[in-house]
C-alpha cells in the first residue's frame, strides 16, 4: 500500500511540473507574440530624429552625422543566400554621440574596394538595433587584418579608441554595394510548439497512471 501511495506522488509530481513548464510556455508565446506586433508596427512607422527620440529597438530613424571610413569594420557573416562576405560597419559621429553604422553586405572581393564608401551623409535612414552580446564559440577578431567575427566592445575601443551607443543603426536602401540588411519582425516562436509537447506529456502520463490503477483495483 505503501508502494502505491509513492508511486503516486510520484506521478502527480512529474505532471504538475510538466503542466508548470506547458503554462510558462504560454506565458512566453503571449510575450513573444505582443513582441512581434510591438515590432512589425514600429517598423511601419514614419521614421524619427535620432537625435530627439528615445532610442528603443526596432526604431526607424533619421539621421545626418560624420561616418569614419578609416575605421571601417568588415564583420565575416553570410548574406540572405547564404553566401559568405562582409558586413560594412563604420563609426557615425551625431552631435556629441557615436554610432555604429551597419550598411550592409558586401562579398569578400569588395572588401577596401573604395566604390562601397559613397553614401550621403547628409541623409541616412535606417532601423535601431541592440547590440547583443557576442558569441562565445565564434573565433577571435583579427584587428591586424580588419577581419571580425562579432562586434566585441574592447576589440572596438581598441580599433577605433572610442566608445558607441549600445544601438547599431542598420541602414535602410536598394544599394547594390553594401546591400542593406533587411530588418524583419521574423523571430523564433516555437513557444506553442513546446507548450503542446509539455502538456501532451503531462495527460499521456496521467492516462498511463489512470490504466495502471484500474488494472491493479
Known amino acids: 500500500m505503501r508502494y502505491k501511495f509513492l508511486f503516486s506522488i510520484f506521478v502527480f509530481f512529474f505532471i504538475s511540473v510538466f503542466l508548470a513548464l506547458g503554462s510558462w510556455q504560454i506565458i512566453r508565446l503571449n510575450w513573444k507574440l505582443e513582441l512581434i506586433n510591438q515590432i512589425e508596427t514600429s517598423l511601419k512607422d514614419i521614421p524619427v530624429n535620432l537625435s530627439n527620440s528615445k532610442h528603443k529597438n526596432y526604431l526607424r530613424v533619421k539621421t545626418r552625422g560624420s561616418i569614419d571610413f578609416e575605421k571601417q569594420i568588415y564583420l565575416y557573416n553570410l ?9 560594412v ?3 557615425l559621429k551625431v552631435g556629441n554621440n557615436n554610432y ?6 558586401i562579398p569578400f572581393n569588395k572588401k ?4 562601397i564608401n559613397v553614401i550621403d551623409e547628409n541623409y541616412i535612414n535606417g532601423v535601431l538595433r541592440k547590440q547583443i552580446k557576442p558569441n562565445i564559440f565564434k573565433p577571435e577578431n583579427d584587428l591586424s587584418e580588419n577581419y571580425w567575427f562579432t562586434l566585441d566592445r574592447d576589440d572596438i575601443f581598441k580599433f577605433t579608441g572610442k566608445n558607441f551607443s549600445p544601438y547599431v543603426i542598420y541602414l535602410s536602401g536598394n544599394n ?5 540588411k533587411s530588418i524583419t519582425a521574423n523571430i523564433s516562436n516555437n513557444h506553442k510548439k513546446y507548450a ?13 497512471y489512470l490504466y495502471l490503477r484500474k488494472k491493479n483495483y
Open 79 to 87: 548574406n540572405e543566400k547564404g553566401k559568405p562576405g562582409f558586413e
Open 89 to 91: 560597419i563604420n563609426p
Open 100 to 105: 555604429l553604422l551597419n550598411r550592409g553586405w
Open 112 to 115: 577596401e574596394d573604395e566604390t
Open 176 to 180: 547594390e554595394f553594401p546591400k542593406p
Open 196 to 208: 503542446l509537447t509539455w502538456f501532451s506529456l503531462a495527460i499521456s502520463i496521467l492516462l498511463i
